[in-house]
């Protein structure tokens, strides 16, 4: 069913898909651009994993998306700055029964697709205000993924696998469809674990209900994450945030059994580390605040929570990265 795979965003997450996707037999194509164009095109996909030696792929990679043509599947790891410019690219890669699986991190467009209550179906102008993403690609090709793993590119071209192994794909819908049924088989075999969402959302949601806090963050003061943790006023402060996400999550039907200091316990067996925000701060990055904090905001918005906490979170980290021209 998954012949042609077309994965969108070379980067960590997108190059450790496809190697897999590559080792698997899978025709793979990347759409990229720049160095990491040229490298995928001269040298091939690279991924180191843990103590395995270096493996390559050769994979097909070009900056046009009608070169490429139709696509089985099309899996888009971008981060969320960068997706409204690649929507408007990627139509030559859809057909009719062409399934699109976002890799990303934060709420995507698509969340309340389906989903929600008295919420379904409602645009999120915080990380589409336009309705660009959601006209460029038709809510019937997505299938939602959330990635639990750990990756990082070496090199344009290389990336480096850390730990974790698994991607849980969900319809928006919760159908068991078969679909979703033949991807979960075809990641399964391309050796990663790849679990089915009874609700996509509730896993997009958890997610977040971590790394909402520690990104940003660590974006402002430069600190790892155990510096933020062992920060008893800064800990104070996300956990705070934390609980306004709860609520909001509640409100609309994803209930966390757990309470901010049990996540705390979880990112600290995780080491110190920087977080993927604060590395794309010093690397001069636009920064994903929208898909993490902002869409938080306008949740609690519509679910009628009070978020002063999340909103000084994301009035000072996006007031950082605008002094820096990252937002």
Known sequence: MFNRI??????????????????????VSFLARGETLAALQTQGLKLQSGAQAEQTHNVRASNSACELGVQDLVII?????ALREVAQ????????????????????WWFLQGFGGELANRALLSVDAAGDIAAAIPAHHIIGGVVHASCSVISPGVI??????????????????????????????????????????????????????????SAITGATTAQVLDDDLVRGFCSH????????????????????????????????????MLQDVEAGKAVELDALVGAVKELGQLTQVATPYTDALLGLARLHARVRGLY
């Open 241 to 276: 945030v934390m609980l306004e996400a709860k609520e909001i999550g509640a409100r609309l039907g994803i209930t966390i059994d757990q309470q901010p200091e049990d996540r705390h316990a979880v990112t600290r067996k995780l080491g110190s580390f920087k977080t993927s």
């Open 160 to 217: 480096r696998h850390a730990f974790g192994n698994k991607i849980i794909v969900g319809e928006p819908s919760g159908e068991l469809s078969p679909r979703i049924k033949a991807l979960a088989a075809l990641l399964e075999k391309a050796g990663f674990e790849a679990p089915i969402a009874e609700q996509i959302q509730r896993d997009i949601w958890f997610k977040l209900w971590g790394n909402m806090t520690m990104n940003p963050v």
């Open 6 to 27: 077309c994965i969108v965003g070379a980067g960590a997450i997108g190059g450790w898909l496809g190697a897999g996707l590559a080792r698997a037999g899978c025709e």
């Open 77 to 81: 790891a971008v981060k969320s700055p």
């Open 89 to 108: 690219q990627i139509a030559p890669l859809l057909g009719k029964d062409t399934v699109v699986l976002t890799a990303m991190n934060g709420v995507p």
